[in-house]
């Protein structure tokens, strides 16, 4: 008897330890709560993490601050820190100077890109070592990366060992400081983005091609197109889509430059190698002015949201249109 | 070329043309190959130099006495046993080794769990509208230096003085693990989702049907039906993302100073030493971050490219 109230205790027990997970489960189950809650957890850490941030910064701007003064002692200034940065020289020079870096890495990553994605799609034996080592660049870290070319330009490194034989001869001290030359730090930093991130544009290219649908390719070739014919007038209007996403994708990136900069150049020599992140951070981090920072900050948003709305239009676009592709 | 066409019954110059091709091809790509890893090349030779080796002119291309000082001075617990402790440089990589590990994990851990739920939601019920998952990509093309700014202000002022005011503490999420792991968590969310969608998409409805009408609840279903299916998904989308946070420098360098620093930061604090830079150590530490994280990289290479190209790119 006892025995038995012992397990009807027990089972009660277990059904009251039971019921809150089942109604919490419950409740989960139901469709309307299942729907929404990640969606408001990852709204909401959207809006605590960045909109809250740029709304206390769109204040800032407006304020008369700098870092060495306590914050509740500043003043509105209206619009002063805006007329600063759109007068700063510096700031309009370090964007130009962006968008040349990345024009110019861009344009060199595609190339290359394409074109090895193109070999290495004929090429028949070691393709998956080729694939391998090509993507290597990619997984290593961009600090790591600015490291090991910072060593690779070093006055008495491999680069100079290598020209030695062809500059002696006309009486040049081998020992280059490629890194001091305003001209050679620029294309310094572009050579290193361009190894680190050709490999992202091979491999888009690489699925582009291995996309292209051999029925096309044969039929082209059954009716007597040469491998030009057959390349300019079948496979680069295949590939289309594939160039759209590398362009987008990798000028979106480049923009952001700022790891490489710093590791190699710190900017110098004298601004030459400033990129508009480099530029912002050191008029913020080196000399403390948060409010121009900030003003800086919300006009390079709006000049980059043009770009990223352009860039999404491009994508969706093409994505539609591969989409409609692939249902035919 | 066209005596080719017009009579293709003449092997002989055909073969020829074809048969120099592949060499060229291979030369080119073995040479684009050997610029790919000389760099790593060269980090991996150079950890194992000793300080004279360093900067010799000619450099050697393989160190003439190869050492293992460089590994011994950075995992090294006592600073003080060094012999070059003049410098007053941080040697010690343990510290932000932690500080990586830790941020990484946790990070790419929350953002995986929040990410895959939202994404089986957008994917069976259309939360947020069909626009969604391309808005999402907006947070993701935003340039860090624009978001560290804000945040640096947000994490130094906002918060300590909204919690002072509120609850009498001055609580900071400068320069904590907390603050970059929230932060980390919050970039990476679009990746996760994105990833994670196009892993959701390929999970047939029917079979998630065909358990609810056998009786099994919503939860039940996607614990036993949709989870195992997209497991190994969610895998490579957590490596991803954790080599995305493992490799951010901009964030980690504005945010954290004096206490926090992960290991990109602590590489460049070797960096911006202009006197007697110690380049041994800081190619022992770089070897320490990358070899890792490339075993990593080619285990999901595959899947790669969905990441990095938002899924716009088939497989």
Known sequence: M???????????????????????????????????????????????????????????????????????????????????????????????????????????????????????????????????????????????????????????????????????????????????????????????????????TFLIFLSGFSALPPQLINAARVMGASRRQIFFWVELPLLKPAIVIAVVIRSMEALKLFDPVVLLTFGGPGTSTQTIAYYLWEQVWQFNKFSFGAAASILLLIIFSVLIFTGIWALTRQSAASERARIQ | ????????????????????????????????????????????????????????????????????KNYAQIFTFDVTGVAREATEQPFNIWGSLVDSLVICTVASLIALAMGTFLAYAISRFNVGGGKFRHMVLLIRMIPPIVVAIPLLMYYAILIPYATDSLFGARISLFDTRTGVSLLYLTITLPFVIWMMLSFIDEVPYTLEHAARVMGAGRLYTLRKVVLPLVASGMVVTFLFVFILNWAEFLLALTLTHPNVSTLPVLLNKFQSASEGRLYGPQAAIGTVITIPVVVLGVLIQKHLVKGFSFGMVRR
């Open chain 2, 1 to 68: 070329m066209t005596d080719d066409a017009i009579t293709p019954s003449s092997p002989p110059p055909t073969r020829r043309r074809r048969s120099r091709a592949p060499v060229v091809r291979h030369a080119l790509l073995i040479g684009w190959a050997a610029i790919v890893m000389f760099p790593i090349f060269w980090m991996l030779q150079t950890s194992f130099k000793d300080s004279g080796e360093w900067v010799s002119w000619p450099p050697h291309w393989l160190p003439h006495n190869p050492t293992l």
């Open chain 1, 2 to 200: 006892t025995e038995a109230a012992a397990t009807a205790r027990r089972e009660d027990e277990a059904r009251r330890s039971a019921r809150p997970r089942r109604r919490l489960s419950a409740w989960l189950a139901q469709e309307r709560v299942f729907r929404w809650i990640p969606f408001i957890l990852v709204e909401g850490t959207f809006v605590l993490v960045i909109i809250v941030p740029f709304i206390l910064t769109i204040y800032i701007s407006f304020l008369r601050w700098r870092a060495n003064r306590p914050f509740e002692q500043a003043t509105l200034s209206g619009f002063r820190n805006y007329e600063q940065v759109l007068t700063d020289a510096g700031f309009w020079a370090a964007l130009g100077r962006t968008f040349y870096f990345a024009g110019a890495a861009v344009i060199l990553e595609l190339v290359i890109g394409f074109v090895l994605a193109m070999l290495v799609h004929r090429v028949v034996r070691f393709r998956r070592i080729y694939i391998t080592v090509f993507l290597i660049p990619m997984m290593v870290v961009p600090v790591v990366a600015g490291y090991n070319f910072s060593m690779i330009y070093l006055d008495s490194g491999p680069l100079n060992q290598l020209l030695a034989p062809f500059v002696e001869p006309f009486g040049i001290n081998p020992r280059i400081r490629w890194l001091s030359d305003p001209i050679a730090a620029q294309w310094a930093i572009i050579l290193a983005d361009v190894w680190q991130w050709t490999s992202l």
